[in-house]
């Protein structure tokens, strides 16, 4: 027990395991060979000369002049001590030398080396999830201004169990601007309401970065991060970067991450209340719309030249441009698929999430089949229509629907579709080893979809 106490004072004072045990060696017998130390210890016989050699030229060891040489150490006692006043020596010489270089700096090269941008960029890899959140954690003791957080999707886990946490929350307090985007998770809900309120929060659906940026000027960047959320993290890595410049060239990428992101009530009603109520963003068509309400309205392009005033074609254009916003306001279809709205790709889109909110609710179904059996029960009794299946060779849903192409109505079959393709879609992923087909029979006038494991 006494030896094993030994060892541990030795390591802590400086020594490694391999010279401390062989110190404790030799205090139980002095004036050992360097063979009997290996064999005791299981080294090899170069290892333990090594080892002795590096204890020697600390001044623990020394040797006699036999042949074969012999070893002798301090005691613990005096090798403890000796360590220490060595290490009292080397902390004396770096106080003084911090205190010569205070003395030779004068006031105006303290104000150049405080000045951001005149300090050339740095970088640092730092290792070990204990290590990155110290360094977050400084990084937020630091700010002046603002700090935004990237958690990607258990990263608050981590940070609720490091200081970073209070430190964060006392800095929204004293007036920085806090900004946090994360992946909201069901498992980890709950640690979000340990920060404060008047941090800001968002959710961004698949996020996986991790990032810290301090004042626009410091950036740590995750690089790696064990995929077991609850695991020790010892393989995390990540890189910090000082550099103004460097932090303004990701600015734009941050502030889209953080537009694209919803409001954390909004996002965090699909764990406690069963729905989705994120924002839904259409695409209403593509191209250039100023040339398409041009070629609407027929604007020829405008001369390259002045042309003499003439009151009768002022009155032709005026005529012409009349009649034509007169077609677009008659409240015609196809008269706003001349302006570029796309209806079957909006109507399709709108389908779509109402699929995947259908599949949402259904989540609690683990059989495929019961799943898709209950999609198919609501999709008919809301009228949209009839489906048939069959499961030879996969399981494969065959939709009727009118697929009109007339232009003055509404493309409703693409909303029902798009009802189907949105729950199915939700459902089979890669993800979850599955793979969804949809296909066009245009002999039929029918749609199928195949789910194919």
């Given at each position: 027990?006494?030896?094993?106490?030994?060892?541990?004072?030795?390591?802590?004072?400086g020594?490694?395991?391999k010279?401390?045990?062989?110190?404790?060696?030799?205090?139980?017998?002095?004036?050992?060979?360097?063979?009997?130390?290996?064999?005791?210890?299981?080294?090899?016989?170069?290892?333990?000369?090594?080892?002795?050699?590096?204890?020697?030229?600390?001044?623990?060891?020394?040797?006699?002049?036999?042949?074969?040489?012999?070893?002798?150490?301090?005691?613990?006692?005096?090798?403890?001590?000796?360590?220490?006043?060595?290490?009292?020596?080397?902390?004396?010489?770096?106080?003084?030398?911090?205190?010569?270089?205070?003395?030779?700096?004068?006031?105006?090269?303290?104000?150049f080396?405080?000045?951001?941008?005149?300090?050339?960029?740095?970088?640092?890899?730092?290792?070990?999830?204990?290590?990155?959140?110290?360094?977050?954690?400084?990084?937020?003791?630091s700010?002046?201004?603002?700090?935004?957080?990237?958690?990607?999707?258990?990263?608050?886990?981590?940070?609720?169990?490091?200081?970073?946490?209070?430190?964060?929350?006392?800095?929204?307090?004293?007036?920085?601007?806090?900004?946090?985007?994360?992946?909201?998770?069901k498992?980890?809900?709950?640690?979000?309401?340990?920060?404060?309120?008047?941090?800001?929060?968002r959710?961004?659906?698949?996020?996986?970065?991790?990032?810290?940026?301090?004042?626009?000027?410091?950036?740590?960047?995750?690089?790696?991060?064990?995929?077991?959320?609850?695991?020790?993290?010892?393989?995390?890595a990540?890189?910090?970067?000082?550099s103004?410049?460097?932090?303004?060239?990701?600015?734009?990428?941050?502030?889209?991450?953080?537009?694209?992101?919803?409001n954390?009530d909004?996002?965090?009603?699909?764990?406690?209340?069963?729905?989705?109520?994120?924002?839904?963003?259409?695409?209403?068509?593509?191209?250039?719309?100023?040339q398409?309400?041009?070629?609407?309205?027929?604007?020829?392009?405008?001369?390259?030249?002045?042309?003499?005033?003439?009151?009768?074609?002022?009155?032709?254009?005026?005529?012409?441009?009349?009649?034509?916003?007169?077609?677009?306001?008659?409240?015609?279809?196809?008269?706003?698929?001349?302006?570029?709205?796309?209806?079957?790709?909006?109507?399709?889109?709108?389908?779509?999430?109402?699929?995947?909110?259908?599949?949402?609710?259904?989540?609690?179904?683990?059989?495929?089949?019961?799943?898709?059996?209950?999609?198919?029960?609501?999709?008919?009794?809301?009228?949209?229509?009839?489906?048939?299946?069959?499961?030879?060779?996969?399981?494969?849903?065959?939709?009727?629907?009118?697929?009109?192409?007339d232009?003055?109505?509404?493309?409703?079959?693409?909303?029902?579709?798009?009802?189907?393709?949105?729950?199915?879609?939700?459902?089979?992923?890669?993800?979850?080893k599955?793979?969804?087909?949809?296909?066009?029979?245009?002999?039929?006038?029918?749609?199928?979809?195949?789910?194919?494991?």
């Amino acid at each position: 027990m006494i030896i094993i106490e030994w060892k541990e004072l030795l390591i802590t004072a400086g020594l490694d395991e391999k010279e401390a045990n062989i110190v404790c060696m030799l205090n139980q017998g002095q004036n050992r060979k360097a063979s009997y130390l290996a064999k005791e210890l299981k080294l090899s016989r170069l290892d333990a000369y090594n080892t002795l050699s590096k204890l020697q030229e600390k001044g623990i060891v020394s040797a006699t002049a036999d042949r074969p040489m012999k070893f002798n150490s301090k005691t613990v006692h005096e090798t403890a001590d000796y360590l220490m006043n060595l290490k009292e020596q080397q902390i004396s010489m770096i106080k003084k030398g911090l205190k010569d270089l205070d003395s030779k700096t004068d006031s105006s090269s303290k104000s150049f080396s405080n000045n951001n941008s005149s300090i050339s960029p740095k970088f640092s890899v730092i290792k070990g999830r204990t290590h990155l959140y110290t360094k977050i954690d400084n990084m937020i003791q630091s700010a002046q201004e603002r700090i935004f957080l990237s958690l990607g999707r258990f990263g608050i886990l981590h940070l609720t169990k490091s200081s970073a946490i209070d430190s964060l929350n006392i800095a929204a307090k004293k007036g920085i601007v806090c900004e946090v985007v994360a992946c909201l998770d069901k498992r980890t809900l709950k640690f979000y309401n340990e920060l404060d309120d008047s941090i800001t929060l968002r959710h961004s659906e698949n996020l996986n970065s991790q990032l810290c940026l301090q004042d626009d000027i410091n950036i740590l960047q995750f690089l790696d991060v064990e995929s077991n959320p609850v695991g020790k993290g010892r393989n995390d890595a990540a890189l910090f970067i000082e550099s103004k410049h460097f932090a303004n060239s990701q600015l734009d990428l941050i502030e889209k991450l953080w537009q694209e992101s919803i409001n954390f009530d909004t996002a965090v009603k699909r764990f406690t209340e069963e729905f989705i109520a994120d924002p839904l963003k259409l695409v209403i068509g593509e191209g250039s719309f100023l040339q398409q309400i041009s070629s609407a309205l027929n604007l020829e392009e405008l001369p390259s030249s002045d042309t003499p005033f003439k009151i009768e074609n002022l009155q032709e254009v005026g005529n012409t441009i009349s009649e034509a916003r007169g077609k677009l306001s008659d409240g015609s279809v196809s008269n706003l698929r001349l302006l570029g709205i796309d209806l079957n790709l909006m109507f399709r889109q709108i389908g779509n999430r109402i699929g995947e909110e259908l599949s949402f609710s259904l989540n609690n179904i683990d059989s495929d089949f019961e799943f898709i059996t209950e999609v198919m029960d609501w999709w008919e009794y809301a009228g949209l229509g009839e489906l048939n299946y069959d499961i030879s060779p996969d399981f494969r849903i065959f939709v009727d629907l009118e697929m009109l192409s007339d232009d003055d109505k509404f493309p409703i079959w693409e909303l029902d579709d798009g009802i189907l393709q949105g729950a199915l879609s939700q459902r089979f992923t890669e993800e979850n080893k599955s793979l969804l087909k949809r296909t066009i029979l245009e002999e039929k006038n029918q749609i199928m979809y195949e789910i194919l494991k």
